[in-house]
């Protein structure tokens, strides 16, 4: 795959619909298509990075502002209020589908990730 196929590349230059709940110059967050939980966002980087284990120190400003907006984007969820899950899927043994690297923020009520 391409990264002029991929499909989360697709959806940062509003070429494929998401929800797009939050945005700036280099990230943007969505709703995933097959929520496992009441709340469930991806949150990516606008410039293609396959995975976690592609990540270098050149992306270092894209993974911190990806971090630094999560609390930003969870105050705005009430049902995050207590808390939530942030997880990256990385590789095929890691679960990953789609490959652009993306956070999982999960939250809102019981999931197969909560105990
Ligand atoms: P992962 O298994 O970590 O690669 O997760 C990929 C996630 O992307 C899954 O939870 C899918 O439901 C979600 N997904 C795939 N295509 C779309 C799309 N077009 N819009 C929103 N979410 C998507
Ligand atoms: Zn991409």
Do not use: W
């Amino acid at each position: 795959m391409t990264k002029e196929e991929c499909i989360f590349c697709k959806i940062a230059k509003k070429e494929v619909d998401a929800t797009i709940i939050f945005e700036n110059e280099s990230i943007v967050a969505f709703k995933d298509i097959n929520p496992i939980a009441k709340v469930h966002i991806l949150i990516i980087p606008k410039i293609h990075i396959t995975s976690m284990n592609e990540v270098q120190e050149i992306h270092g400003n894209i993974m911190k502002e990806m971090l630094l907006n999560v609390p930003i984007i969870a105050r705005e969820i009430s049902e995050l209020n207590e808390g939530y899950r942030l997880i990256v899927n990385t590789g095929k043994r890691g679960g990953q589908e789609v490959m652009h690297v993306h956070l999982h923020l999960i939250g809102g009520q019981r999931s197969i990730f909560q105990s």
